[in-house]
């Protein structure tokens, strides 16, 4: 896993999103872990433009979290709509 996320990050989220921080399989708090690396991989990207490999684990990373809410909106739409707006995606 990358550096800039530390063990103690990783189960806060989990711990907010997905009730506890061994809830590791939540949809909810996976959305909200790609969400993160996503923004920490577009600020790498600001910096580096040339990273080219980084801009791939971008891209895979926004495929894995669209597919995940569209898994979510079609589980259970609330949670879906409450999830991007406490995330703040999908304006």
């Known amino acids: ?3 800039y996320l530390t063990k103690e990050k990783r189960e ?3 711990q907010e999103y997905g009730g ?3 809830n590791t399989g939540s949809t909810e708090a996976q959305i909200a ?3 993160y690396r996503i923004q920490m991989l577009s600020e790498h990207l600001q910096k580096n433009k040339k990273d ?3 801009r791939r ?3 895979s990373l926004v495929g894995k979290r669209k597919r995940l809410l569209q898994y979510l909106s079609k589980r259970d739409l609330q949670k879906y709509r409450d999830l ?3 995330l ?3 304006k």
């Open 1 to 3: 896993m990358a550096n």
């Open 12 to 14: 806060g989220i989990f």
């Open 20 to 22: 506890a921080a061994s």
């Open 33 to 35: 872990l790609f969400t």
């Open 52 to 54: 080219h490999a980084c």
């Open 57 to 59: 684990a971008l891209l």
């Open 84 to 86: 991007i707006e406490k």
């Open 88 to 90: 703040g995606i999908r």
